[in-house]
């Protein structure tokens, strides 16, 4: 049995990161198109890590080629918390992913009644792992309460459609506000995002992290993808903080014609 990451593990390494991109590798996108393109699992992991990412995730679902040798080759080359993602219904897969040493399993909310999506999630905290729950709709999330160590992260695309969509990361924006109401103290956007851009722009809408997987694996440049991130999230910080002494000068003049 590998040692799992300890619980809280991914959730505290993705809130400390600079960079807080879930990076994810898995075999084939929806459409069938190889991602990987015979680069081995080790090398992409090497890229992801000097980009920068806090956090791995692999597919190990058959519908997108993964497998569970996939998900145990990048948590022996990672060094970081890894999620596992795969349609989780039982206990027994829980337990199995934390043997395997993953630090985070995937609870769909469309999938699952909402007991046995709180039964499950508070079974992952017993093994060890973080539980990361994925909704996409206002329906999936309203009155969902979980412990604050879980992830609670928006789909930008529709699993119904097998994640065939382009994706929406209007759905991850209009939502934000139900997800911190659910207790998490790390709201995820995952899927659909393309573009370094995008990535920005749901970190400044206040998300603790975006997943990415088919952006980045179809960037062809997975150094220059983060670093455009990083450009942007310091560009925008810039932006603000003039903003605030701007806001915060004209308070003080605003002070001194009242005086």
Same mark, same amino acid.
């Given at each position: 049995?590998?040692?799992?990451?300890?619980?809280?593990?991914?959730?505290?390494?993705?809130?400390?990161?600079?960079?807080?991109?879930?990076?994810? &590798?898995?075999?084939?996108?929806?459409?069938?198109?190889?991602?990987?393109?015979?680069?081995?699992?080790?090398?992409?992991?090497?890229?992801?890590?000097?980009?920068?990412?806090?956090?791995?995730?692999?597919?190990?679902?058959?519908?997108?080629?993964?497998?569970?040798?996939?998900?145990?080759?990048?948590?022996?080359?990672?060094?970081?918390?890894?999620?596992?993602? +795969?349609?989780?219904?039982?206990? +027994?897969?829980?337990?199995?992913?934390?043997?395997?040493?993953?630090?985070?399993?995937?609870?769909?909310? #469309?999938?699952?009644?909402?007991?046995?999506?709180?039964?499950?999630?508070?079974?992952? #905290?017993?093994?060890?792992?973080?539980?990361?729950?994925?909704?996409?709709?206002?329906?999936?999330?309203?009155?969902?309460?979980?412990?604050?160590?879980?992830?609670?992260?928006?789909?930008?695309?529709?699993?119904?459609? #097998?994640?065939?969509?382009?994706? +929406? &990361?209007?759905?991850?924006?209009?939502?934000?506000?139900?997800? #911190?109401?659910?207790?998490?103290?790390?709201?995820?956007?995952?899927?659909? &995002?393309?573009?370094?851009?995008?990535?920005?722009?749901? &970190?400044?809408?206040?998300?603790?992290?975006?997943?990415?997987?088919?952006?980045?694996?179809?960037?062809? +440049?997975?150094?220059?993808?983060?670093?455009?991130?990083?450009?942007?999230?310091?560009?925008?910080?810039?932006?603000?903080?003039?903003?605030?002494?701007?806001?915060?000068?004209?308070?003080?003049?605003?002070?001194?014609?009242?005086?």
């Amino acid at each position: 049995m590998r040692k799992a990451i300890m619980a809280g593990g991914f959730v505290d390494a993705l809130l400390a990161a600079p960079i807080p991109v879930i990076a994810e &590798i898995k075999a084939r996108a929806s459409d069938g198109t190889d991602l990987l393109r015979g680069r081995p699992v080790a090398e992409i992991v090497a890229a992801y890590r000097a980009g920068g990412a806090p956090c791995l995730s692999v597919v190990t679902g058959s519908w997108f080629g993964g497998s569970d040798a996939m998900l145990e080759e990048t948590v022996r080359h990672a060094g970081v918390p890894v999620l596992k993602k +795969d349609f989780i219904t039982r206990e +027994d897969q829980i337990r199995q992913a934390a043997g395997a040493g993953a630090a985070a399993v995937l609870l769909t909310a #469309r999938l699952l009644p909402r007991s046995a999506l709180c039964h499950l999630a508070e079974a992952a #905290r017993r093994h060890g792992v973080t539980a990361f729950v994925e909704a996409s709709s206002e329906k999936e999330l309203d009155g969902l309460r979980l412990d604050p160590g879980c992830v609670v992260a928006v789909n930008n695309k529709d699993i119904a459609r #097998r994640e065939r969509d382009a994706g +929406d &990361i209007g759905r991850s924006l209009s939502l934000l506000p139900l997800v #911190r109401r659910t207790g998490t103290r790390c709201p995820v956007s995952a899927s659909g &995002i393309g573009t370094a851009e995008d990535a920005a722009r749901l &970190i400044a809408a206040g998300y603790g992290g975006v997943l990415v997987g088919t952006g980045l694996l179809k960037s062809g +440049d997975i150094a220059g993808w983060f670093a455009a991130l990083a450009k942007r999230m310091t560009d925008r910080e810039a932006t603000d903080r003039r903003a605030s002494d701007c806001r915060a000068s004209d308070c003080r003049a605003s002070a001194g014609e009242a005086a």
